[in-house]
């Protein structure tokens, strides 16, 4: 079963601890995102990465880490830093390259996590 | 960089009527624009997308037009149903190059009334 799997599906976060979400994909695909979603604000690109050991700042980084040792997997940490947390967090993932030009960058997404905090 | 509005925020419309989203961008270089549907605690699911070499696009129901000398697309749903109920998103992007993430609209909570 193809598809990109965020994990845990609801999230609590204490006063000053990191937290991990987890974002895994097995469609081979080169590129993975993540994104905060808030009420009445859209999408918002936190960070990406094209390519294994490689990432980029998206507009809304600050109080956010990534890593990305394999090609399948894209954690995203919500450290102490960021000071308003609670928001509804999507990972998605494209192919880059490929034979099918048409189906290059386009963005599949996951289920999402709901973080909160206590 | 790119700036996608989106109207209306809200939008109510009787099952059987059609129901229309328009969004404009701001960044001429952009050549891809998808839309997005996103049902109530789901992750958003992409419905139909068009590029900037045509004009219009259409699946079924569902149908996309690209203005780009104005800047403009829109997401045109035809006899809607209630299972058409939920928060559309449209969006931009450049393929051009590397896969630098999507710009979104804020999104419009279709309701379809019976």
């Known amino acids: 079963d193809g598809g990109i799997t965020q994990s845990p599906k609801y999230l609590f976060r204490k006063e000053g601890q990191n937290v991990t979400l987890s974002c895994e994909q097995n469609?081979?695909?080169?590129?993975m995102y993540w994104y905060r979603q808030d009420p009445g604000q859209g999408l918002r690109l936190i960070y990406y990465?094209?390519?294994?050991?490689?990432?980029q700042k998206g507009d809304i980084a600050e109080g956010y880490s990534v890593s990305r040792e394999k090609k399948e997997s894209f954690p995203l940490t919500v450290t102490s830093a960021q000071k308003n947390p609670t928001a509804f967090y999507l990972c998605?993932?494209?192919?880059?390259?490929?034979?099918?030009?048409?189906?290059?960058?386009?963005?599949?997404f996951g289920a999402g996590t709901r973080l909160s905090v206590l | 960089g790119e700036n996608v509005e989106q109207h209306p925020s809200t939008l109510s419309v009787q099952e059987g009527d059609s129901a229309v989203i328009k969004c404009t961008y701001s960044?001429?270089?952009?050549?891809?624009f998808p839309w997005y549907k996103q049902e109530l605690g789901k992750g958003p699911q992409l419905i139909i997308d068009?590029?900037?070499?045509?004009g219009e696009k259409k699946d079924q129901r569902i149908a996309v037009t690209l203005n780009k000398t104005a800047k403009h697309f829109s997401l045109h749903i035809t006899e809607t149903q209630p299972e058409d109920s939920a928060v559309y998103f449209c969006?931009?992007?450049?393929?051009?190059?590397?896969?630098?993430?999507?710009?979104f609209g804020k999104g419009t909570h279709l309701i379809i009334q019976p």
């Open positions: 469609l081979n695909h080169d590129a």
């Open positions: 960044d001429s270089a952009s050549n891809y």
């Open positions: 068009i590029r900037s070499n045509v």
């Open positions: 990465s094209q390519i294994v050991n490689d990432f």
């Open positions: 998605a993932s494209s192919a880059t390259s490929g034979i099918h030009a048409l189906a290059k960058n386009i963005q599949y």
């Open positions: 969006a931009a992007s450049s393929l051009g190059g590397g896969a630098d993430g999507l710009t």
